[in-house]
């Protein structure tokens, strides 16, 4: 049996074990060094800058006084963004509330529909040949590898109103197709706007599969004692999904839940794509938000923090959930 | 456990089978059919892609708009195609080096203060891009790396989740080779090197793969750091190109199959690496 490092420590052999020691914690220590000074200045300081920013009314273009053009003609002014944000009559302001309203509504849109389809589907995989399921879970998982770039192009072609496949397969069952999928402000469905519905659906076909992996190697962990006994007892399928699978998967559906909330309110390249905001910023998001106010229109950065900030600590308590869930306790 | 042989042949269970491929062929019919669709309608002539309504299929397929990208001198792809393959193999070379090496320590050393340090690693994960994007486009301006491919790879050296990873990863190695490398004389950067990394080929695909991926089809912030047209990546290279030919479907439609097939390529012979990765990423 090899002699470990440890042994050596306990042995009588207690200075040259301590020197090893004192070696391998320095050898620790230097390599660590760099990489936490370079966390440092890419994630901890940009996070305790992006605080800073919103506090001060902060464009680039000016030169401050102070450290980082803080302060002179960057002047700090407490939480004068939050309170424009809040309740003033700004435009950016104003598009900011809808969007913080628009990127609710696309979540809870988005988190269901992707469950609806998940969930059933990674249940059906589960139940077929070994052979057909990887190559089913493959091309599942396609539209998820894609460049959203590329696919909000797809989509946008698909959602054409003359050419696009969606009119076409309207008119094929007899259905008159809406005149403008992603353009028309007045369509409005159940209190969604059409244009927003467009986006959901692109975004779960493009999204769906990573769900899909996640509760088919969640299934794969079940043991099949638990189904097949609720089979001999003479469970139907449908009572077995609902009263075997769902209650067992009930701590990864929650996981994966979390998850899909925390990145559906960070979408982005769909929403400045696919319906680039509109129409009449009915699909503006949060996100959208914090990119226009900060590069594209006004360079206003210190609103673009506020902003920034507001999407953070929502994603935080998001965060520290799934760490709670994480943490629980779980066995079949 | 097998499933009892009876069960299978029973006739509920044959009916249930086959209704469930019903349902998963449909799934697969609705995953493809966008793809399929661009693809056939990149196929069709100028004429064929202005009528309404049109057709599902050409009636005279033809090459014509791939090759005009490919081959037209007013449309630069190759240094933008070559911008993408460097970026994304700087990014893949470095955070496979970091993570796996800082992994390393983690997981093999004890040391006064390495929960801290690790706690302070994983803050990267908990924090939205969108929030210390403002702040890393000034750094990158006082940096005077704006518009040059080093915006996008200086900022993204260090990867919290590949650590993590690779940190599970080496701690189920066992310390015996360690130990015995060691009363030979071994480095402790020679035991990294020499015994650590030969072992971690799995998850070394499995990261650099996904890191591969996820720099190929980033838009977010080489749109906010890169402005010259000689400077963009795939990505803008097609947002632009879209703007530029947006009375030419036929072009654009095909421009953006291109851009898939290279990440499809890779897709297919890596298939598993990923569907592994996405897999695990999602219990970090």
Known sequence: MAISISDLFKSDNVSEGGKLMAKQRRFAYTSLVPILLYMGLFTLFPILFAMVMSLFSYTPIREGSGFLDLGGANPFI?????????????????????????????????????????????VLLESISQKFKILFRAIYFLPTISSTVALAIIWEYMYAPGWGLLSLMFKAVGLVPPKSWLQDPNAI????????????????????????????????????????AARVDGATRWQEFWLVVVPLLRRTILLTSVLTVISSLQVFVIFQLLSRGGPKNQTQTMVLSIYENAFRFSNN???????SMILFIIILVLTVTQFRILRTEWEY | ?????????????????????????????????????????????????????????????????????????????????????????????????????????????????????????????????????IPNYLLIVKFGLIDSLWALIIPSMVDAYGIFMMKQFIESMPAEL???????????????????????????????????????????????????????????????????????????????????????????FLQRWIVDQATSSAFK
């Not at chain 1, 950065?301 to 902003?307: D, N, Q, R, V, W």
């Not at chain 2, 062929?25 to 995953?31: D, E, H, K, R, Y």
């Not at chain 2, 795939?234 to 879209?242: D, G, R």
């Open chain 1, 78 to 122: 407490g939480i004068n963004n939050f309170i424009e944000l809040a309740t003033g009559t700004g435009k950016p302001a104003e598009v900011f509330r809808l969007a913080v309203w628009n990127t609710f509504l696309f979540t809870v849109l988005v988190l269901p529909l992707n469950l609806i389809i998940t969930l059933p589907l990674a």
């Open chain 1, 301 to 307: 950065l210190g609103l673009a923090s506020a902003m």
């Open chain 2, 1 to 133: 456990m097998k499933t009892p042989p009876t069960k299978r042949l029973s006739p509920g269970f044959i009916l249930g089978k086959s209704g469930a491929y019903a349902v998963l062929i449909l799934g697969l019919v609705a995953t493809l059919l966008p793809f399929f669709y661009i693809i056939v309608s990149s196929l069709k002539t100028d004429a064929e892609l202005r009528q309404t309504p049109p057709d599902f299929f050409s009636k005279d397929p033809t090459l014509k708009h791939y090759i005009t990208i490919l081959t037209d001198e007013n449309i630069p792809i190759e240094r933008n195609v070559l911008n993408s393959v460097v970026v994304a193999l700087a990014r893949v070379a470095i955070t496979l080096f970091t993570s796996s090496f800082a992994g390393y320590i983690f997981a093999k050393y004890h040391f006064k203060g390495k929960n801290l340090a690790f706690g302070v690693i994983l803050i990267q994960i908990m924090i939205p891009f969108q929030v210390v994007m």
């Open chain 1, 189 to 228: 469905y159940f209190g969604v706007p059409l244009a927003m519905i467009c986006v959901v659906i692109a975004h779960v076909w493009q999204d769906f599969g990573y769900n899909l992996v996640i509760f088919v190697a969640a299934l794969q962990s079940i043991p099949k004692t638990l189904r097949e």
């Open chain 2, 178 to 268: 360690m130990d015995a490398a060691r009363i030979d004389g071994a480095s402790e950067f020679g035991i990294y090197s020499r015994i650590i990394l030969p072992q971690m080929g799995p998850a070394l695909a499995s990261l650099g793969v996904f890191t591969f991926m996820a720099t190929w089809n980033d838009y977010l912030w080489p749109l906010i750091v890169l402005t010259s047209p000689e400077n963009r990546t795939i990505p803008l290279l097609l947002v632009w190109f879209q703007t530029q030919h947006s009375s030419n479907q036929g072009l654009i439609l095909a421009a953006s199959i291109l851009t898939l097939i290279p990440i499809f390529l890779v897709y297919i």
